[in-house]
């Protein structure tokens, strides 16, 4: 069964800082990674997907991701970080038929002046 | 843009109320799901459909049930509402799996408060 673990429940940074969101998965099939962001009372939005084609990913807002299979890891990050990136970030991976979604706990990244 | 609303942004329930959350997509999307969203435990699927009239369960469908009568329409209904179910109730919609895109689209959810 798939399964993802984030690794931080929070995470702080500084303005400018690198920004590096902690994401383990399971599968026992090739995975579909995905993360997505959500903004305060607002719903989930996709930044980027890992579909095979290659193992390093770019998203949108500067965000990227690389895939590692021998890690089992799928972890986000950007160079640096704006104030505006602070949101709740989940890490997600295909579970199954009819696309199904398996979503990790979450990580609330906070960036501070 | 695929674009995924739902009917209300607040709700505030009694405890023993039926509940009505609705949810339209309009890219004509043949999966549509349900989730609950709760600190610290991220996004729980409650039902999905994958066609008209088609459901099934997903981890937590307990006190919950869904009605799929158009494709672009899918509704979460809770027959009598209780505290717990207080939370952030998110619907998305996905293409049919084999079309070569995975991702699901969300709506902006529903935080619904049963007192």
């Known amino acids: 069964a798939q399964s993802v673990t984030q690794l931080g429940s929070h995470v702080s940074v500084s303005e400018g800082a690198l920004v590096l969101l902690r994401c383990n998965y399971s599968s026992s099939v090739p995975p579909y990674l995905f993360w997505y962001v959500q903004y305060p009372n607002q719903g989930l939005q996709l930044l980027l997907k890992?579909?095979?084609?290659?193992?390093l990913v770019k998203g949108i807002n500067g965000f990227e991701a690389e895939f590692k299979k021998s890690e089992t890891s799928f972890h986000l990050t950007k160079p640096s970080a704006h104030m505006s990136d602070a949101a709740e970030y989940f890490c997600a991976v295909l579970s199954g038929g009819y696309n199904k979604l398996i979503f990790g706990a979450g990580t609330r990244l906070a960036v501070h002046p | 843009d695929v674009k995924v609303t739902q009917s209300s942004r607040y709700l505030v329930k009694r405890t023993g109320e039926k509940v009505f959350l609705e949810c339209v997509q309009d890219m004509d999307h043949e999966n549509m799901f349900w989730y609950r969203q709760d600190p610290g435990l991220g996004l729980r699927l409650i039902y999905f459909s994958y066609d008209v009239k088609m459901k099934e369960k997903g981890d937590i469908p307990e006190g919950y049930s869904v009605s799929r009568e158009k494709k672009e329409r899918f509704s979460l209904i809770l027959e009598s509402a209780s505290t717990n179910q207080t939370s952030m109730y998110l619907c998305?919609?996905?293409?049919?799996?084999?079309?070569?895109?995975?991702?699901?689209?969300f709506g902006p959810g529903t935080r619904l408060t049963v007192t």
């Open positions: 890992y579909t095979s084609a290659a193992t």
């Open positions: 998305a919609s996905s293409l049919t799996a084999g079309t070569g895109e995975r991702e699901q689209y």
